[in-house]
């Protein structure tokens, strides 16, 4: 059985919920990473740090869209959510960096500059 987990309700209030089968993580502290594998969570209320802007995008965190909305994340995957750990991020970076690994995110960087860069000057014909 899972454990009760905390969930960003607003900017600053942390309440706590019980843990629901949604699919992907969300507003919620790992709604499935608890089914899908062994979890250490210790974290409380007092360990959740939510600031007004992802630290990872810079956009403002609210509840808008799901792209600004906080999300929980482990900060070293496998420890679990425990203090120290955690790190609320916009909803949008977690969903980017959920299963990519540093390798895949520095290729994806290099081919946006690339399109910014074709943007502005055109596709070279030997592209």
């Given amino acids: 059985m899972c454990p009760p987990f905390y969930s960003v309700e607003s900017s600053s209030i942390v309440t706590l919920e019980r843990p629901r089968l949604t699919g992907a993580k969300s507003g919620n502290a790992s709604t ?12 409380k209320p007092s360990d959740i740090v939510i600031p007004s802007h992802c630290p990872v995008l810079g956009i403002a965190l609210d ?12 900060v070293v995957q496998g420890r679990g959510y425990v ?12 969903r980017i960096k959920s299963d990519a690994r540093p390798d895949e995110l ?9 399109r910014s860069l ?6 070279p014909k030997t592209w």
Avoid: K, M
């Fill in 63 to 74: 509840r808008s869209n799901r792209d600004h909305t906080p999300t929980l994340d482990e």
């Fill in 32 to 43: 499935t990473s608890c089914i899908d594998r062994p979890v250490r969570f210790t974290i």
């Fill in 118 to 123: 074709f943007a502005l000057r055109g596709v």
């Fill in 83 to 94: 203090p120290r750990n955690i790190c609320v991020i916009s909803g949008r970076a977690n």
């Fill in 106 to 114: 520095a290729a994806i960087a290099a081919y946006a500059r690339l």
